[in-house]
């Protein structure tokens, strides 16, 4: 009898680790223009940006949400689910430019702004880093609903599709000094990732199938 309510319980914890999952989405996007505000190329340093990310760049990347978050500010037609981990952007540039975010004191948070509303839903997401000398990046991917009806309520969606989407990448890069520099490309392709599942998901399919095993072994001693 122990060994039947020991496999039950594995199966129960088995079937609840499969709920959660991180949904990871891969996209390309070419650079249709260029902002260099009220200064010129010349004025950023060999690093910057303005140097790596030429208008003709070709972007390829990532980003990704936990579906099991909830949001942290809510309205009429929209809500945001902030979070330290589970939300991120990863996206490199074929002239060189590297991003991947790093959540620091001086940022908000990783985001993700889910909005089901007139006249069309948008879904964004975006992040930020900055580099010892105060330099910061930070990079918005929003996705636009063609008709209204592309997100169904305001929560997390569960697929993506440029069928339902046009999209855009933003890129800000600024030094703090008044060098400010503004990149936008526009998505191409946008394919789903396999999900990924949570640590806590492996913890509690490993103690799954372990109580499977004890029981299995009471089992067979008990019929021995």
């Known amino acids: ?42 004025d950023f340093p060999a690093g910057a940006a303005s140097y790596l990310l030429p208008q003709n760049s070709t972007l390829s ?83 636009t609903g063609k008709t209204q009806s592309s997100l169904t309520q305001s929560s997390l969606p569960a697929s993506l599709s440029l069928n339902d989407f046009s999209g855009d990448v933003f890129i800000y890069w600024g030094d703090g000094a008044g060098k400010e520099f503004n990149y936008l490309a526009t998505i191409d392709s946008l394919t789903l990732a396999a999900a990924v599942p949570e640590p806590e998901t492996y913890a509690m399919l490993l103690a799954g199938l372990g109580l499977i095993g004890v029981a299995r072994r009471r089992k067979q001693k008990a019929a021995a």
């Not at 309510?5 to 999952?21: F, I, P, T, Y």
């Not at 990532?62 to 689910?81: E, I, K, Q, R, V």
């Open 1 to 42: 009898m122990k060994a039947i309510k020991l496999s039950l319980l594995a199966l129960m914890l088995v079937a609840s680790a499969g709920h959660a999952e991180i949904i990871k989405y891969n996209f390309t996007a070419q650079g249709t223009s260029v902002n260099y505000g009220s200064t010129s190329p010349s």
């Open 61 to 143: 990347g990532s980003f990704f949400y936990d579906t099991d978050l909830h949001a942290l500010y809510t309205g009429p037609n929209y809500n945001d689910y902030v979070s330290t981990t589970g939300i991120g952007i990863k996206l490199s540039s074929s002239a060189g430019y590297q991003f991947a975010n790093n959540v620091t004191a001086e940022f908000y948070e990783p985001a993700v702004h889910v909005d089901d509303s007139n006249p069309q839903d948008l879904f964004r997401v975006n992040a930020s880093e900055i580099d010892s000398h105060g330099i910061s990046n930070d990079v918005t991917i929003t996705l």
